[in-house]
C-alpha cells in the first residue's frame, strides 16, 4: 500500500526531480554497495597487511633470540680454545683461570660460565667459585662437547643446578603462577626451574687431547635484555597514544618469564600464562599461531611460536604482539576518506546532474511553452529545437502538425468567408427572384383587369370620337362649340392611347421568337425614332460589338422595348444631350448586354423600386405602362433589366438576354 502510494507520488514529481531522484537513488545504492565491499575488502587488506607484519616481527624476534644464543655460543668457542686456558687447566692454575673467566663472564653479562675436566666434573665455577667437583656430564649440552662438538641452544634448568650455577638464579627463576582464567591447569602453583640459552665448547690442548668443556648459560628468567632488544630492534621502540607499539615475550613452557608487556601499574607483565587454544596450538601441536588477542588493556595482533630445546622437545614460546589500534586508526581513516569522498562525488554527480537534466529538459519546457500558446491558439508558433534526439524529432514533428493544423485552419476560414459570400448572392439571388415574382404577379393580376376595362372602354371611346369629329365637321372653325369639340377629340384619343396601352400591357399571347442579330434591331429601332420631334437635339452615340451571336427572340416585341428606353431617356433630357447605346458580352460571356445610357436628369432613390410599376409615372403626358410593359417582354425572354441612376447626373438601363 505505502509502496504503492511512492510510486504513484514518484510518478507525478517534475520530470527533472524524477531524473534526479532515480540518478540519485542509483547513485547512492552503487555508493552505498562500493562502501560494504569496499570497506571490507579493505579491513581485510589492512588486517592481513598487519598480519604479515607480526608474523615477519616473530621472525625478526627469533633472530634477535637465536643472535643472542650464537653470540653466546661464540664467546665460549672463541674462549674454550684460548692457550691460557689450556695451560692453566694443565698446571691447575686455578686463581688465574678463575680470575680470567671471570672478567669474561661479566664483559659479556653471562650467567653462567664453568669449566669442567675431559670427564665433565666441574674445575670451575666462576659465578660460585665454592662450588666444584660437581658431574656434568649428564646435561645433553656438556656430553656432547665431552664428545668435541661446540654446541648451544635453550634448556630449562633445574633448581637444583640454579642453586650451584649462581647466586640469585634460582631466585630469578622462581615465579608465584598468577592465576590465569583462560589457561590450561598447572600441577604447581609456582615455577622454581629457570630457561636459559646454554653454550658449550670442548677445551683441547694443541695436539687435540681433550683438556675439559667450557659452557656458558644466560638464565633468561626476569632477564629483560633478549624482549627490549625485540622491541628495539624490530619496532623501533615507538608508541602509539602513550601504548607500546610492539611488545615481545618468552615463555617457559606457558608461563610468562620475560616480557616487556607492561601491567596497569607499570610492572612487567610476568608470571602470568598463556590461554588454553595457544597452549594447544603452540605447545602441544608445535604450530605457529596468529591472532588477534586482548592483552592486558589493548588489543594486539599477535604471534606465537615454539621454542625446543637440543632434543627438539618444547620448551617454550617467543611472542610478539603489535598494538592493532595504529591500523584499527588507519582502517578507519581509510574508511572516513572513502566515505568523504564518496560524498564529495555524489553532490558532484549531483550538480552535473542538475546541468545535464536541464539540457534534455530545457528543450521539453520549449515544447510546454509552444503547446501552450498553440492551445490558446497562437499557430504561428514554432518549437526551436536544434538537438536530433527523439525530442528533436518530437518537435519537428510537433511542428509540422501545427503547419498541418494552420493550413487546414486557414482552409477553414477561407471556405467560411466563401460561404458568407455564397449565402449572400444566394439571398441576393432569392430575393431578386422574388422580386420579380411579386412583379410578375402584379403584371398578371393587372394585366387581366386592365384587359376587361379596356375591352369596355374601347368601343365608348371610339364612337366618341367618330361623332366628335362629325360634330367638327358639320360646324364652322368659328363656331362656339368648335374649341370644346377639338378638346374631346384629343382627350379623348389620349384615353384611347391609355387603353391601346393597357392593352398592349395586358396582351398575354407568347412571344413569336427566331433567331435575331440584336444590334439590327437597335439600328432599326433609331432609324424609327429618327423622325420624332423630342429626339431632335438628342446626339446618339453607338457602341455596338460586331460579333455578338444571334440569339431568338421576338424582333417586333424587343423593337418596342428598345423603343420604350429610348423615348424615356428623351424625356429625361428635355434641352437635348447624349444618348450612348452600347451591346456586349456580359462578362462572363453567358449573356448579350445592351444598355441605354442618358446624361438627364436621372431618378430619385425612392422611385427606382417603383419603376416598373403599372401607372408610375412622373410626367404629364405619362402612362406609366413603357417599363411595365418592357418588363413583361423581357422576362418572356428569361431576361433581366437593371437600373442604375443618379440625380442630375443620369440613369443607365441595362438589359440582358442569355445567349442559349
Ligand atoms: N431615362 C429616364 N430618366 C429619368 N427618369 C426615367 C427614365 N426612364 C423612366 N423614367 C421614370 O420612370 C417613369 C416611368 O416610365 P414609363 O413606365 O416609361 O412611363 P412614362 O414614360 O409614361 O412616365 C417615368 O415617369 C420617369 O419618371
Ligand atoms: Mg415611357
Known sequence: MFFKKSIGAFLNLPLRAKLILSFLIVICLGGILSLIFGTRLEHKTILSLAQAKVKHDLASARMVYNERLYDLRDIVRFNSTHESIQKAIK??????????????RTEFNLDVLTLTDAQGKVILRTAQPEIWGDDQSKDSLVRQALKGKTIS????????ELIKEGKGLAGRAYLKIIPTPKAAPRPK?????????????????????????LYGGILLNQNYEI????KEIVFKGEKYKGAEIGTATIFQHDLRISTNVKKTNGQRAIGTRVSREVNQAVLKEGKTWLHRAFVVNDWYLTAYEPIKNIEGKIIGILYVGMLEKPYIDLRN??????TVMAIICVVILLIMLFFITSTIIQPLRGMVYATNKIAQGDLNTKVEISVRDEIGQLAQSFNQMTENLKKANEKLIHWGKTLEKRVEERTKELREMQDSLVQSEKLASLGKIAAGVAHEINNPLTSILINTYLMKEKIKTNHTFYENLSLIADETSRCANIVKGLLEFSRQEPPKKAYEDINKIINRTLQLLKNQASFQNIRIIKKL??????????KNKIQQVF??????????MPKGGILTITSDFSKEKKNIEVTFYDKGIG???????????????????????????????????QGNIKVKSEQDQGSVFTISFPIS
Open 333 to 338: 581513516k581509510v574508511m572516513i576518506t572513502f
Open 153 to 160: 641452544a635453550t634448556q630449562i634448568i633445574p633448581r637444583e
Open 189 to 213: 602453583e609456582h615455577e622454581e626451574d629457570g630457561m636459559m640459552l646454554k653454550a658449550a665448547s670442548p677445551v683441547k690442548d694443541k695436539n687435540g687431547t681433550l683438556l675439559g668443556v
Open 91 to 104: 698446571q691447575n692454575e686455578k686463581d688465574i683461570l678463575g680470575k680470567y673467566l671471570t672478567s669474561v
Open 545 to 554: 460589338n460586331q460579333n455578338l451571336p444571334q440569339i431568338k427572340l421576338d
Open 227 to 230: 624482549v627490549d632488544k625485540v
Open 563 to 572: 423603343w420604350n428606353f429610348m423615348i424615356n431617356a428623351s424625356d429625361a
Open 603 to 637: 431618378i430619385p432613390q425612392k422611385n427606382i423600386n417603383k419603376l416598373f410599376d403599372p401607372f408610375f409615372t412622373t410626367k404629364k403626358s405619362g402612362t406609366g405602362l413603357g417599363l411595365a410593359v418592357s418588363y413583361g417582354i423581357i422576362k418572356q425572354h
